[in-house]
């Protein structure tokens, strides 16, 4: 685990006052769920998480209720670890419109809707406007799984990919109606986002092939090649690995895809690893890796504004948030997860500070990239 004391080149949001600072990254709270969380997003306010998970509901967690300690703890005995904060279970509601388990959820800009897809191929569209959100409209968009949705910059399309090896572009404003159907991928297709600019929509499949499509022709631009994160597995005798995560830095100008490399199983498909790309010239310029190897799958990445790129991974022996920045391959910080349950997906609260990480062990866990405040210490041991 790098020390921000062993370096003189540290990173350059370090010496920035007011910036997110990783080394100081701390877990603050618990929104604890009975199922595995899948995904998670916070919307534009920060109010609100929305998460999907192995049940059949959408979860939004309100943020505004301060955590408690539960149970509390007795004054007289002083715990030997501090106790996590949860956040009230009543600050949850369980939104009901799929019939599966649910791995995307996206928001729209605004914050006032949000669109969501489960394992059996069905898009709800949901208004986020009133205290309790709203089915608007439901449509079935693939056969099969749906892996990810995506809105589109000016929240008038929405993409959809799934296990059918489908891309489709839906329009936001209308109940199922379809814009493009986009038929490339020759296997199950694990992710899509659209580039900042809303002219492109890139597509990435378990072999670790990323299609770059144009969104108003449907033409299919070009291939980036990050195949290094797929792997056909010699013993049972089946693909494994694929882009589990995908994201665009703020101007589009790079792409990270989030996977594995190596054949270690098929529940731990190899060694954690996130391929850093220049958007332009499709071309690799990093591949980021743990500073120590662990049998485990990036699940979620995040470019952060101050610089550096955040993901979160894991298997069922145990979990990691990692911190790069792009001109070093190794990760300069590594935080291990105290319970043994992998971090499905990651985001990045407005606030530049806060993370939120979507756990295999039913709870979503945020994390604060800044140190206590000494005021908040003192008001603690008082």
Known sequence: MADATESTALPKFIAQPNSADPFATRLVAELKHDRGILACQ?????????????????????????????????????????PIPVVPADSRIALAAHDSWIGGISLFDDGDRFVSGDFVGRVV????????????????AHK?????????PDGKLIATVGND??????????????????LDHDCHVYHVAFHPDGKSLISADLKGRVKHWDVETGKLKREIDASSLYTYSEKYEVDVGGIRGMT????????????????KGIAHSGNARVLLFDWESGELLKTLRPEQEEICTAWGVKFHSD????????????GFLWFWVPEEEVAFHVIKF?????????????????????????????????????????????
């Open 42 to 82: 916070f919307d534009p306010t920060n109010r609100y998480l929305f998460a999907g998970a192995r049940d059949y509901f959408v979860h939004r967690w309100d943020l505004s209720q301060e955590p408690v300690i539960d149970p509390p703890v007795d004054p007289k005995k002083k715990p030997k670890v501090p």
């Open 125 to 140: 569209i949901w208004a986020n406007r009133t205290s309790t959100p709203n089915a608007e409209f439901a449509f079935v």
């Open 144 to 152: 099969g799984s749906i892996r990810k949705v995506s809105v589109s």
């Open 165 to 182: 090896q489908a891309v489709r572009i839906w329009r936001a404003d209308a109940a199922g109606k379809l814009h493009r159907e986009l």
């Open 248 to 263: 665009f830095n703020a101007d589009g100008s790079q792409l990270c895809c989030a996977g594995a490399t190596g054949d």
């Open 307 to 318: 610089g550096f790129i955040i993901g979160s991974g894991g298997s069922r022996t145990g």
């Open 338 to 382: 105290k319970q043994r349950a992998p971090g499905f997906d990651v985001d990045l609260a407005s606030d530049n500070k806060t993370l939120a990480v979507a756990n295999h062990d039913g709870a979503v866990r945020l994390y604060e990239m800044s140190a206590e405040k000494e005021a908040e210490q003192t008001e603690k041991q008082a």
